[in-house]
């Protein structure tokens, strides 16, 4: 399949690896596209051909999408709506790796009568973590509670906020500043991201988790009036989440998002030396008796024909390619709008490269 991959930052970069490596039996010919040629520099080796297109000038985009069966959206996460708009146009199909709530539902808006298809959220959360807890929901008669967490923390925390940058600063502030979605009593609520902290132990290491934006992708509508209860919180080490809330609110900062990012960029240092954390936790009713089932899944940063990748790029990169795989293979809808939960587990960790989650 024609495959059009816009943005060749650290996740396009692992996911234009994964098609290309198997790339030699036909199953998709992967053109990426990035306005900065530099950046390109870092896949000089993929075999697939590269373009130097700015995303955000809509003909250019959209000459570039028109000769391809598929687009991949590596792009942070405000060019959404304008890639999808522009694949509704060429009739493309769009898959991205969105968590914005507001782009996501515009995104589903456009699908409505589309010819094409349209996944958004095919990433770790939102993405696999609502594939997990949906299928571990459907094994209850009566479900009562999901608890949803996964954290992309560094092994090695040294600084004051205990974190170091492993994905996109965008996407991070995205997702601490903006109104989280959940289910209490089976309701659908907005809750405050960063707020209803708590605290749990994994393999002998401590943790928080708290609210934070987007990682529920779409199981409020999916699960709606067939449980009590439904949240999503990110992981962190204990102390992070004060301190990112004095930046927030003390300082105010969440209403110069620019000036966080800059100074989050400038002083928080990166690294690929990372982990993933994801923990599902559903209780309920089978055969009559209260049951309580937990899924748990760790993966780490790993070496790579002499490179070193992150956890976060494998475990992000896998899920949109696993899909993009299942897809193909028409295990998915044609068209209109993909959620995540319509993927089965078992197929997924079944799949070449959703096998990183097995």
């Known amino acids: 399949m024609r495959t059009v991959l816009l943005g060749c930052g650290h996740i396009g970069q692992t996911i234009a690896r994964l098609l290309a490596e198997c790339g030699e039996g036909g199953d998709y010919n992967v053109t990426i596209a990035d306005r900065d040629a530099q950046a390109l520099q870092a896949v000089a080796g993929v075999h ?3 373009a130097v297109v700015d995303s955000s ?51 589903a808006a456009l699908a ?17 973590i609502g594939i997990a807890a949906h299928h571990l929901a459907a094994t209850f008669d009566e479900v009562h509670d999901v608890k949803m967490r996964v ?32 289910l209490r009593d089976g309701v659908k609520v907005a809750v405050d991201p960063l707020a209803d902290i708590e605290h749990f132990s994994l393999d002998g290491v401590e943790y928080e988790a708290f609210n934070t934006s987007g990682g529920l992708g779409t199981l409020c509508e999916t699960l709606a009036g067939r449980i009590r209860n439904l949240d999503y919180k990110s992981v962190r080490y ?51 008796k209260l049951m ?10 790993q070496e790579r024909a002499s490179r070193r990748e992150s956890a976060i790029q494998t475990s992000t990169a896998a899920g949109v390619c696993a899909a993009l795989d299942l897809f193909r293979a028409g295990r998915l809808p044609a068209r209109g709008f993909i959620r995540q939960e319509q993927i089965g587990l078992p197929e997924l ?10």
Request: aromatic content about 8%.
């Open 238 to 288: 204990p102390g992070h989440q004060q301190r990112m809330k004095f930046l927030l609110s003390d300082l105010g900062l969440r209403h110069d998002p620019a000036l966080l990012k800059n100074i989050l960029r400038k002083s928080v240092p990166a690294t690929l030396q990372d982990v993933v954390l994801v923990f599902v936790t559903v209780s309920g009713l089978r055969a009559g």
């Open 48 to 50: 697939a051909e590269k």
């Open 112 to 128: 409505a009568d589309a010819p094409v298809a349209f996944m958004p959220q095919c990433g770790l959360a939102p993405g696999f």
């Open 292 to 301: 309580q089932e937990v899924f748990t899944r760790k993966i780490v940063a």
């Open 151 to 182: 954290g992309a923390l560094p092994q090695y925390p040294t600084n004051e906020l205990k974190y170091n940058l492993t994905w996109s600063v965008d996407g991070l502030v995205n997702e601490y500043c903006h109104p989280c979605e959940a």
């Open 349 to 358: 960790l079944g799949n070449r490269f959703g096998a990183v989650y097995a």
């Open 57 to 107: 000038d809509a003909r250019a985009l959209e000459a570039l999408l028109h000769p391809a069966d598929i687009v991949i959206n590596a792009l942070p996460y405000h060019m959404a709506v304008k890639v999808a708009r522009a694949a509704r146009n060429t009739g493309t199909h769009y898959f991205d790796l969105t968590e914005d709530v507001r782009a996501t539902k515009a995104i």
